[in-house]
């Protein structure tokens, strides 16, 4: 079998600056709640002004597939981005540039010339040259930076997909197909002042097993120190650049206990810390098994899930669902592994077609035994490649209900190819299709990658109806029509929630005093709410229930006297955002208790696409009798 690698590219642009949380969306006026859980950090998101047939400032990652001569044929899926973001966030992806040009230049009245190799290797060449004798610009030259953007600009007049990565950008990809990165695990946050000025990040949450964990570092900590320069007043992107580094190196820390106020010097190796893809599970009802399959495929992905059902079917677990939301794809055999848990033997997962005409590779189930449970599995507009594999295969062999927004729509298929110096080019030779014959792939025949990534991607109106589908028409093994183009479309289109704009800055305004009031009812702080005081280590793998740190209306009052008095709230704006308060207090308590990843429950039943999706459980039940059904006639003897 072969292992596709999917790519998958979102452009961030604002028409504004705006400040806005991690888990919520932009569109026009409106921003979309959503549930990336244990997140409830705010980050600046600027306007990135893109030229048409540039791709200026955007998140990057590949599909490739990978094919390995051992009598079979493996492809992957992985996704690798970088974000641009103001003020710190994360990298740039280089800029890109125009296409390479001949210097000799072409009349209408003459015969079109064949432009050699070895010419463009000549312009290049003269082009350097002149730039590094001529070019009076602040910025030094970096032939690097120049051949990737050249590099770069090529490959996306071909298509949006097919990608070059540096040696630098190669080994970081590398390590992220391994579900794992290098630091001391820990979750960290800032605390602002009432003008909004950062006074000091601190810890928030630890993970089970890792480097900060084994040291004691604990929610509330405040940190002073990283060998031995000063953190305070740092927003915490660059606190966290600190604290990461290469796997057995070291890393002092002085830190201010909560619990104490002392100032105290621990020293950690730093080593892997693990990312997994299925961020949380848990029986969000009784019968019904939620798993928050969020963070993409990679290596560990399918035993991940092997794991979580296993536990949840012994919690009771007779229904599933599967969060893809915001899964921009990954390892696409991981993918493939899951989606043959629910499919019968020799029924397709997918299909690839090549360049060559008429020459395809199907990839089909092998599973004596699938799970015939009923399942609902929740997608959006961020969903793509891998996951829409998935998504895709389930849905044309009528085994999960698919509920929420048309998904990304990714089906380009990139193989890589390994240059000099450890860099790698990933160029799109083949598309793959789901079971039903659907090409999911959306139309970049305009060459604008801009209006590509934000058109029918993550900026696309999200108050709008459902798209309608403008593709092919299909039809599932139970007869259920589907259509070609522009992604999954949803048996049960949801829109998310939105919020206005100046309501998400408003919320915004409120997470350092929420997060300063949780820090003193985490260490007893608070007069008549002690109970509330968390002393032991952080109790991973725990299913939250309505009695855990609930925020009663006299903790809601008493919240807000400290937010009127402390930070100059008005008694209006915090009773006008008394939900949202509520749900970052306890998420903030529920954290400091059980850890990031438990805290996410408490998002989640606030999560109105999740409830719904829930309450449509009976209709996949009924879709499971249907597939078995239809399976049963498709399988019978023809009468003559």
Do not use: C
């Not at 990737?148 to 949006?160: A, E, F, N, Q, V």
């Not at 009923?374 to 999960?400: C, F, K, M, W, Y």
């Amino acid at each position: 079998m072969s292992f596709v690698y999917g790519s998958f590219l979102t452009v961030e642009s604002l028409t504004q600056n705006i400040t806005i949380k991690k888990n919520v969306s932009f569109n026009s006026s409106k921003l979309k709640s959503g549930n990336e859980t244990h997140r409830i950090e705010l980050k600046w998101m600027i306007f990135l002004s893109i030229a048409k047939n540039r791709s200026k400032a955007m998140q990057r990652s590949g599909d490739l597939l990978v094919q390995q001569r051992f009598n079979s044929i493996f492809a992957f899926t992985l996704i690798f981005t970088f974000v641009l973001t103001g003020f710190g966030q994360a990298p740039s992806a280089s800029s890109r540039s125009g296409n390479i040009r001949s210097a000799e230049q072409k009349s209408t009245d003459t015969p079109k010339k064949v432009v050699k190799v070895e010419d463009i290797e000549k312009d290049i060449a003269e082009a350097l040259s002149l730039i590094e004798r001529n070019y009076g610009g602040a910025k030094a030259l970096n032939y690097n930076d120049v051949m990737k953007s050249s590099i770069d600009s090529m490959l996306h007049t071909l298509d949006p997909h097919s990608n070059y990565f540096d040696a630098k950008e190669y080994e970081e990809f590398r390590t992220d197909q391994s579900s794992r990165y290098y630091g001391i695990g820990a979750t960290i946050g800032d605390l602002s002042d009432v003008d909004g000025k950062v006074i000091a990040t601190y810890i928030k949450a630890t993970f089970d097993g890792a480097p900060a964990n084994r040291a004691g570092l604990r929610y509330g900590d405040k940190i002073v120190e990283v060998n031995g320069t000063s953190m305070l007043g740092k927003p915490f992107a660059d606190v966290r650049n600190f604290l990461r580094g290469p796997r057995g190196t070291p890393a002092k820390l002085v830190v201010e206990r909560l619990a104490t106020g002392k100032l105290e010097t621990v020293d950690i190796v730093r080593d892997a810390v693990s990312q997994p893809s299925i961020g949380e599970y848990y029986m969000i009802r009784p019968g019904v098994g939620y798993l928050a399959m969020r963070g993409g495929f990679n290596q560990t992905t399918y035993a991940e899930f092997v794991a979580a059902t296993r536990e949840l079917r012994a919690k009771g677990m007779q229904q599933i669902v599967i969060d893809l939301r915001d899964n921009g794809g990954g390892l696409v055999s991981q993918a493939y592994r899951v989606a043959n848990s629910f499919l019968k033997r020799d029924q397709t997962v997918f299909t690839q077609k090549g360049r060559i005409e008429g020459v395809s590779d199907q990839y089909r189930a092998d599973n004596p035994t699938p799970d015939r449970s009923p399942v609902v599995v929740l997608v959006n507009r961020n969903t793509a490649s891998a996951s829409e594999i998935l998504a895709g295969a389930l849905q044309d062999h009528d085994r999960a209900l698919i509920v929420g927004e048309n998904t990304f729509g990714k089906g380009l298929v990139q193989n890589p190819f390994q240059l000099d110096y450890g860099s790698m080019l990933l160029l799109t030779i083949a598309k793959y299709e789901t079971p039903a014959g659907r090409l999911i792939q959306r139309d970049y025949s305009n060459g604008n990658l801009y209006d590509y990534y934000t058109e029918g991607g993550s900026f696309r109106d999200i108050t709008a109806d459902p798209v309608k589908p403008t593709g092919v028409e299909s039809r599932t093994d139970a007869g259920r029509v589907v259509y070609s183009g522009g992604g999954i479309n949803p048996d049960v289109p949801i829109k998310p929630d939105t919020i206005e704009i100046e309501r998400a800055r408003a919320q915004q305004k409120l997470v350092s005093p929420i997060f300063a009031f949780a820090l003193d009812l985490v260490v007893g702080r608070v007069k008549g709410f002690e109970s509330y005081k968390v002393l032991k280590p952080i109790l991973f793998d725990y299913d939250i229930t309505k009695t855990d740190f609930p925020v009663t209306p006299a903790l809601f009052d008493t919240f807000k006297s400290f937010a009127e008095t402390k930070y100059k709230v008005l008694p209006a704006q915090l009773d006008r955002e008394r939900e949202f308060i509520e749900r970052t207090l306890r998420t903030e308590l529920v954290t400091a208790a059980y850890g990031s990843q438990t805290s996410g429950q408490v998002f989640n039943e606030y999560d109105d696409q999740l409830l719904k999706a829930i309450g449509l459980m009976p209709q996949a039940k009924q879709l499971t009798v249907d597939s078995s059904k239809s399976t049963a006639k498709q399988q019978s003897p023809t009468n003559p």
